[in-house]
């Protein structure tokens, strides 16, 4: 009794959130972990100067390609991973992939692109081609990027490399999951506090699990991504009930004082109940795709994802999809290899 009163405590006290801004650890956008050393490839015990791009760097034009752009190959997710063993995914997941620290999802891009279920054609990297038509219902039908492929199939492969050699994009370190659409990292990119909101949404399930999931689809997620959001925030709020509503009653920040920066109490409770299944499932996390959040995280567990491959006309300088090395490839193995909050 006194953990469902808790629950309930938790929830509605959401209601008096503000959204927050992205988290920093002192000055540091990440945890400075000490004794890293030259050893890391992050040199010595101070902030790395490279940081991920924010939805902010990223164009108007870039964000729609993301948003309007399918999967052949969506995932579907019917049962709750959290009170059914036996939940897959359909299609099932590679689970020989989910052990194997080196794995990253790739996006092969499917030609032509106005020709759904076509397939041939070519992939993306290395391809010089023509012009598509894409266009935006909110700019009075003005054109953007051009170049925008509209299909891709979303394909998990054993390293890098091996996505590279496939012609793919890596959108994410880790086995593809229900989250891995472009349309789902739309959203990781562009509603920096995904806390709060999950936490309105999980709200709206108590009485109607259907707004619950609506909830989440309103924010952009796909259907099969706003399922193991939803299913995660439920179980945060059973598993964790005490450790949140104290955070939420004493207006806790997401991390303390720095330089260590821990989580509360509820974000370190959600980690060990509700993070391996939602990494599993989810596939896409915002540490996965390279994305910062308002939750500081050690700097080693920090990956460098170019998400520009979706709109190649916008894209900068530096290489697209790529996972960065410069800073650091123990990052890109540690990104996947702990149990994360999303």
Known sequence: MIAILAALLWIFL????????????????????????????????????????????????????????????????????????NCELDPPQDDSLDILNSAVCGLVYQFPFNGAGSGGGGTLSGEIFEAGTYKNANTNGETLCPDAPTEYLMISYENKEAAEADGAVITHVGPCGACSTTQDLAVYLTEPDLLLASKECVKRSILNQDEGKTCFQDLGFTDACAAIWLANGENTGQRCALPCAAAEIQDYNNNGPAPECALNGCLECDEKYSGPKFKRYAGRTRRRSGILSTIARPCEDVVFIDHDYACPSEAGAESSGEVAEEESE?????????????
Request: charged residues 20%; negative net charge; aromatic residues 6%.
């Open 14 to 85: 959401a209601d008096k959130d503000e959204p927050n801004a992205l988290a920093t650890c002192g000055d540091c956008h990440c945890i400075v972990s000490t004794g890293l050393g030259a050893a890391s490839g992050l040199g010595d015990s101070s902030c790395p100067t490279r940081k991920p791009k924010i939805g902010s760097d990223y164009t108007p034009a870039t964000i729609e390609a993301l948003k309007r752009q399918r999967p052949l190959n969506p995932f579907n997710l019917t049962c709750d991973p959290y009170d059914d063993e």
């Open 330 to 342: 123990v990052a890109t193995a540690a990104a996947t290899s702990f149990f994360e909050s999303p």
